[in-house]
């Protein structure tokens, strides 16, 4: 492991407030949000997809790192060339998912652990010489009646240290992604315990597994109530509950962290990133930078709808939500910049 290698990565995948986007939807996942606008679901219609994305102009303005699916790192834009190579030429780095999913925990009703360690060394192996520099792995917490249970956190947890001790062996920046679900009506407060509890359960796996804590990066949830509360907090009282519970769980050699979006509308990501960073950025230890795919992708793929015609019109409105969280980075996003 070359650990200024990692750090190096792990510092670029946050500088000049740039975020990650997420485009690693598994084949099934990305399938269902074709589905549900009428756009075939095949494998040229999800490369299509794709590139539409990483060849939209501009992009590497405001995304430092992509994250991409094992179907698509391998995949070629129409002229033959390698995706991987064309988001290299962009100045992203190229990154890709290598769990194999959340399935069904033995013994844990509604609640679930991610696979995908056996044989994972020999698949980063693979990955960076395609081009990977970085890696994701996401687990997921769902809070309900009694869960998470201590079981489910600490299976995940460790689950997370041990590909995160891989990837840094191949040289791959993990991405730890510890996801507490926005689904139910649980309030904030719950959801605060619950991330403080798992965050802390996946910082000890970490260092019993000798993970470097310089090269990793965290994309944790937002602190937030659940879907269907009937409380909903603030832009603000989500940034301070938010910012106040990784300032307990999360330690300070770690150089960034990157939320996902969970659900959250693109412009409610936006001004919830952007409250964080006008609050905390000049005195928080990490970045707080952005690794959203719905918050970023959403907008362009209704506007897009699978049509060769409006592929330019999609990659105006990806850009522009990838343009309002770099601002948000900056702590100057204003829900104007929606209008432009
Ligand atoms: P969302 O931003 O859509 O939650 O996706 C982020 C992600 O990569 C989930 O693993």
């Given at each position: 492991m070359n650990a200024q290698g990692l750090m190096d990565t792990a510092k670029m995948l946050v500088a000049d407030d740039k975020g990650l986007l997420a485009i690693d939807e598994s084949n099934a996942t990305c399938n269902t949000r074709f589905a549900r606008l009428g756009i075939p679901q095949t494998e040229e219609t999800r490369r299509a997809w794709r590139e539409l994305i990483l060849t939209t102009p501009g992009l590497g303005e405001c995304v430092s790192g992509l994250i991409l699916y094992d179907e698509t790192i391998r995949q070629t834009k129409k002229d033959g060339m390698p995706f991987a190579k064309i988001i290299t030429d962009a100045g992203i780095i190229p990154g890709v998912k290598v769990d194999t999913g959340?399935?069904?925990m033995a013994g844990h009703p509604g609640e679930k652990i991610t696979e995908g360690l056996d044989g994972l060394r020999d698949r980063l192996t693979e990955y960076f010489q395609m081009g990977a520099r970085f890696a994701k792995w996401?687990?997921?917490?769902?809070?309900?009646?009694?869960?998470?249970?201590?079981g489910c956190i600490e299976a995940n947890a460790h689950a997370l240290a041990r590909y995160a001790a891989l990837c840094q062996e191949a040289g791959l920046v993990?991405?730890?992604?510890?996801?507490?679900?926005?689904d139910g009506a649980h309030s904030l407060k719950r959801c605060f315990e619950v991330t403080e509890e798992v965050l802390q359960a996946v910082f000890s796996q970490l260092h019993t597994q000798r993970v470097s804590l310089e090269g990793v990066i965290l994309k944790p949830n937002m602190v937030l109530a659940g879907l269907t509360s009937s409380r909903q907090e603030?832009?603000?009282?989500?940034?301070?509950?938010?910012?106040?519970c990784l300032l307990r769980a999360v330690p300070a050699a770690v150089p960034g962290i990157a939320f996902l979006s969970?659900?959250?509308?693109?412009e409610l990501a936006s001004a919830r990133l952007n409250a964080m960073n006008v609050r905390f950025k000049a005195r928080a230890p990490w970045a707080l930078a952005f690794s959203f795919a719905r918050a970023i992708q959403q907008?362009?793929?209704?506007?897009?709808?699978?049509?060769?015609?409006?592929?330019?019109a999609a990659q105006r409105a990806l850009y522009q939500r990838a343009r309002c969280n770099r601002a948000a980075r900056r702590g100057e996003y204003d829900a104007a910049m929606e209008r432009i």
């Open positions: 959340a399935k069904d996401r687990a997921v917490i769902a809070v309900g009646d009694g869960i998470p249970s201590r993990p991405v730890v992604e510890p996801e507490v679900l926005m603030t832009v603000e009282e989500v940034a301070d509950a938010t910012v106040t969970g659900g959250q509308s693109g907008p362009a793929l209704e506007i897009w709808q699978g049509e060769e015609a409006r592929v330019l």
